[in-house]
């Protein structure tokens, strides 16, 4: 693969992901009082449509642990998550979606879906 191409590349992704982020965090902010990892992280529950453990979410919002204890402390403090012990392994948490939390999913989604389709209209269509 050509050097050049991968360093372009990298430079477009770059790009693409610094103006996707400022456009979530000013949108989904301005409208719902989300900012991007709060709504990815409602997201991948609702996806998963299941209480996800800690670091079943880490995995999936490419977030450190303690990064997304804050979020998951901000989401729970608006009652929009719900965290739980696990009852077979007292060391392990799980999170959940409040009814709140869906409600407020639900009205994000089409800004972030507009969002993300606004910032990437002008992408390479990519092989299936």
Request: contains cysteine; aromatic residues 4%; glycine residues 4%.
């Amino acid at each position: 693969m050509d050097e050049q191409f991968v360093i372009d590349t990298w430079h477009y992704v770059l790009a693409k992901h610094a103006k996707a982020m400022c456009a979530l965090e000013r949108e989904l902010g301005d409208r719902h009082g989300l900012g991007p990892s709060e709504f990815e992280v409602l997201d991948r529950i609702v996806h998963h449509d299941r209480q996800l453990r800690i670091q079943e979410l880490c995995d999936e919002v490419h977030l450190s642990q303690s990064a997304l204890s804050r979020v998951v402390a901000r989401l729970e403090k608006a009652e929009l998550v719900a965290r739980c012990v696990c009852a077979s392994d007292r060391r392990g948490v799980f999170v959940e979606i409040t009814d709140d939390g869906r409600a407020r999913h639900a009205e994000a989604l089409p800004t972030q879906r507009a969002v993300l389709a606004d910032v990437f209209a002008d992408a390479p269509a990519l092989a299936t």
